[in-house]
T-cell receptor, first 112, second 114 residues
């Protein structure tokens, strides 16, 4: 089975622009979570969606939003990009409950 | 709020030597604990997890970890390190009732010398 897939792999934007990142979970996984990993740090939790509903939100501004589709894929949107949004954005999926998460290879976002 | 501390930012070991990476957590209830490994430019790969039961858990690639509640620790160990183990290692704690919201430590960068 395919793992968690994320697109695009790399992205370059300028300040003030908007970006959409995409994630396809492992087949059968209903939960998708998003993390931001700034260089030299551990991943920080942004959102979790389960069965198309938001189940958790981290300490990120309203410029960050996400949604989950009926096929359990997900999008992360970031508006009004700032230089500090430059990071590796990771998507993780799990079945449900206390199952461990499986991560994709991430989208590297660079803001100029 | 839950938190994870990885005291060692960088560790260098010789190939064939044993390894121990430290992890301390802060959590009010029984924690869900994880170790992940990240190679450059890639995502995170799950090495092992602790939910309950036996406090010594075995993972992939010959890694193991021991949960010690009295010390709030979940240290990762490997008896003999290979050069392919060079990577960054992250300890994480999941919220009770689900591992979906993970709180990660800052990571330990492992270098292996030949």
């Amino acid at each position: 089975d395919a793992g968690v897939t994320q697109s695009p792999t790399h992205l370059i934007k300028t300040r003030g622009q908007q970006v959409t990142l995409r994630c396809s979970p492992i087949s059968g996984h209903k939960s998708v979570s998003w993390y931001q990993q700034v260089l030299g740090q551990g991943p920080q939790f942004i959102f979790q969606y389960y069965e198309k509903e938001e189940r958790g939100r981290g300490n990120f501004p309203d410029r960050f939003s996400a949604r989950q589709f009926p096929n359990y894929s997900s999008e992360l949107n970031v508006n009004a990009l700032l230089l500090g949004d430059s990071a590796l954005y990771l998507c993780a999926s799990s079945q449900e409950g206390n199952q461990p998460q499986h991560f994709g290879d991430g989208t590297r976002l660079s803001i100029l | 709020a839950q938190s994870v501390t990885q005291p060692d930012i960088h560790i260098t070991v010789s190939e064939g030597a044993s390894l121990e990476l430290r992890c301390n957590y802060s959590y009010g209830a029984t924690p869900y604990l994880f170790w992940y490994v990240q190679s450059p430019g890639q995502g995170l790969q799950l090495l092992l997890k602790y939910f309950s039961g036996d406090t010594l858990v075995q993972g992939i690639k010959g890694f193991e970890a021991e949960f010690k509640r009295s010390q709030s620790s979940f240290n990762l160990r490997k008896p003999s390190v290979h050069c392919s183990d060079a990577a960054e290692y992250f300890c994480a704690v999941g919220e009770e009732g689900g591992g979906n919201k993970l709180t990660f430590g800052t990571g330990t960068q492992l270098k292996v010398e030949l």
